[in-house]
C-alpha cells in the first residue's frame, strides 16, 4: 500500500483533546502584583458572618519552607489564613479604574497548595452598568488545592464562565471582553486553612498540551512497512540528564524513539472539538534532540473538508536538529507553508486560516533513528521581536524561487549535492550527511559576460535585530571577485523591483570557509538596479532575497548554511579601547595593551580578512597575577538568553594557562563586589583561533572572589564586567572581536525560527 494511503489511515483515528494549562511558557507577562511592597490598593479581604478571613503580604527568605522554587534573596508573598463556614475571600478592586486586558489571553499567579482537596475559585470583575459602583459582572474559573508546594496556575481566559453563585444587583450579561475589568478575586472554600499566593499576572500565550497527564485523548503514531518507533510519556526528575531548563519538578514528556527508513511520526488530534487559533501568530514546543543535523517537520491539521473524507489541510514547518539538549522553538504562524509531500485525499485548498484546527503532528526525518523529547505545546498572541534569532536561508533547500542568470555567451549550472562526513568536500565538524549547492560556471564570452543565481522570498522577511549574513564558501584560490547582493524593499510588491545592496569577496583559499557579513559592509549596488528600485537605504525590515554574481571565469564553488545571524558585539577594538578597559593589577605596568592596525597581507592578519583590521596587542611580564579587564560602570549589562561569548585570540602555542573570567552581580552596586565566573583554556596553537565558549563550561572562581561577592548562581542578566588573567610568566599575544552569540542559551533557551531552521 502506498505510503500517502497507511499515513491517511493513520490520521482518520481522531476524535477529542484533552488540555493541561499548568506548565509556565515563556513569553511576554505583565505582572499584575508581586506583594514585594505589601498589599496593593484596593486590597481587602471580605468574609460572612461565620466567617474569618485573614490576609497580609509576609516576606519569606530562600532557606524557608515558603521559599519560591529557584529563589535568590528574599520574597513577597500573600499570606491567607481562612475560616470560612458561609463565605469568604480576598479581593482586589482598581482604584485608578478599569483595566484592559484584551490583548492578553490568560491570567497566571503562584499558589503553595495543602493538597486539601478543597476547591478555590478565581473570579474576574468584568463590565458595570453602573462606573461608580460595584455592578461588574463576574466570570470564575474553578480549581482543586490537589497538590503540595508551590505551582504556576495558568488559566485561559476562554475557560472562565459567567459566575452562578452570585452576581451583583444589576451587573451586565454581556460576555466577558476584557476590555473593562475592574478587579480579581479569591474564593475560598467552606473549611479552614492558609493559602499562599505570588505574582500574579497577565501573559499572551495559552498552553495547548504539556503532557503532564500523560497520552492526550487522542494520540497516536504513523509509520510505513519499512519504519519502526515507540512514542511514550515519560516522567524527568529535576537532577536528570535530561531535566528541561527551569524546571522546579518532576515534568511529563513526549519521548520518541524512532527508526524511519521511509516514513512516520507522532499525531495529537483535537478530534470534532477544533481550536480557533485566529487571533495567535506563533506556535511554540519545546525540543530536546541530540544535534544530529536532521530534519524534522512540524505540521498543523487546519479547516476541515466535508463528509464523508472529513479530511484536514495540512501546514507544515520544517526545522532541523542543530542542538543537543532542550531549545524552545518559537514559530510565526505566517511561516507555515501548505505541505508538499502528503495532503489527504478531499482535503481543503483554501489557505492557512485557523479558524478551525484539528491538531498537530510531528513528522520525523527519514533514513534516520534515535530519540527525541517534546514538551509544553502553545500558542502565542504576540512575538518579542528582541529575541530575533539566528535564521536560516539555505540548508539544503531554498525557500521560495530559486533560479540562475547568465547572457547568451555564458554557461552555469546548479545542483544540490549530497556529501558524506568523509568526503573531502565535508565541512568543517561535519557528522552526518550534508546538502550543499554545488555551482559551476564559464563567464568568459565577451567584457559584459555575467552570471549567477537568485534565491527569492516567497514573502518578505523581517531581519530586524539581526546583524550579519553569513554562510559557508567552498572556493579554488581563483583569486576572483565575487559579489553578494541584498534584495531589500521593494516598490512594487508583486514585481522584482527590489533595491541591491553589495558586498564583494575574494575566492583566495582552497577549501572551505565561513564568511560572515555585517549589515554595515553592505554597500548600495553599482553595476544594476532594477527599473523602479528605490533609493532609501538597505530596509532590514523588508527583504525580499540574495544573489551571488561570479566572475567573468571558468571555475566552480560550493555553498551552505547560508544563514542571517544576531551577534552583539561585546569589542571589536576597531577604534580607542572603551571606558573601562584597563590593565590589572593598576600598581605596576607589567601588562601593556595597545590597538594596532593590520593589514590583510600583515602576518598578523586574522583569517578570512579582507581588509585592514584593529586588534588588540598585549605584552605582559606576570610575578604573580596579572591581565586586562574591561568593567561596565557605571550600568551592568544584561547577557541572559545568549548562549556564551567567543573571542579571537593569537597565541604561540606555548603550553599556559589562561583564564577568562565574567564579574557578575554585586552586593554593592558602587564597588566591584562582582561574583567572578571563570573558564580557563590552554595556549596550544600558534597563531589566531577563535575561542567559543558557552556559559554553560563557567564554573565559579575558586582562587579569587572580592571581599562581599555574592554566591547565588551564575544568572547573567546583571553583568559587570570581564577579564582574562594571564599565566605567571612573559609573553605577548592579540585579541580582537569579543562577541556574545547565539540568544539560544539555557536556561531559558528560546529559539525564534522565521524560515527553515539552521543546519
Known sequence: MPM???????????????????????????????????????????QGDASSVSAVAQIFGPDTTLARPNQVGDNGLLEIIYTVSDFGGVAQEFTDGPQDWSDSVS??????????????????????SDPDSDTSERFEYRFEDNFTGWKQIIIPFTTFRRATDSQPPDAPDDGLTLTEVWGYSFVLPAASGSLYVDDIALNDFVNIADYEAGRPSIFFDFKGDDSSLTTDFTSIGVDAPTARPGQISANQVLAIDYNINDFGGATHSFGDAPQNWQSFVAFSFWFHGSGSGERFQIEILDNRSDAPTAADEHFEYVFTDDIAGW?????????????SDFQPDGAPDDGFN???????SFTLPTQASGRVLIDQ?????????PLAQD?????????GPFFDFKDDFSTLSTEIITVEQSSQLALPGQSTLRQILYVTYTITGSQTSYGGFTNLFPTAKDWRGLTAFEFWFYGSATNELLQLELLTSRTDPTEDTSERYQYDFVDYLQGWRKIRVPFAQFRRARDFQPEGASNNGLNLEEMWGFSFTLPQSQGFMYLSDVAVIRDLAVIDFETALPNGWFPFPRETTAVTNTIVTVGEENVLARPGQEETNGVLA?????DAFGGVAHVFDPSP????????????????????RFQFEIRENRSDPSTDTSEYFEHVFIDNVAGWRQLQIPFTDFQRATDFQPEGAPDDGFNLNEVWGYSFTFPATTGELYLDEILLYGLNATPGSQRLYLPLARE
Open 4 to 46: 500517502h494511503i497507511w499515513r491517511w489511515i493513520a490520521i482518520s483515528i481522531a476524535a477529542i483533546l484533552g488540555l493541561n494549562a499548568q506548565v509556565a511558557f515563556a513569553n511576554q507577562t505583565i505582572t499584575l502584583v508581586d506583594f514585594e511592597d505589601g498589599l496593593p490598593a484596593g486590597f481587602y479581604d471580605y
Open 107 to 128: 491570567i497566571q499567579f503562584w499558589l503553595y497548595g495543602a493538597n486539601s482537596g478543597e476547591p478555590i475559585q478565581f473570579e474576574i470583575f468584568d463590565n458595570r
Open 327 to 339: 531549545h524552545q522553538f518559537v514559530i510565526p504562524f505566517a511561516r507555515f507553508v501548505r505541505s
Open 354 to 360: 485557523l479558524t478551525d484546527v484539528r491538531g498537530y
Open 377 to 385: 505545546i502553545a500558542i502565542s498572541r504576540s512575538i518579542d521581536a
Open 391 to 399: 535564521q536560516s536561508i539555505f540548508a539544503g533547500s531554498f525557500s
Open 618 to 622: 598585549v605584552n605582559y611580564s606576570i
Open 637 to 656: 549589562q544584561n547577557w541572559y538568553g545568549y548562549t556564551g561569548i567567543q573571542f579571537w585570540f593569537r597565541g604561540n602555542n606555548s603550553g599556559e
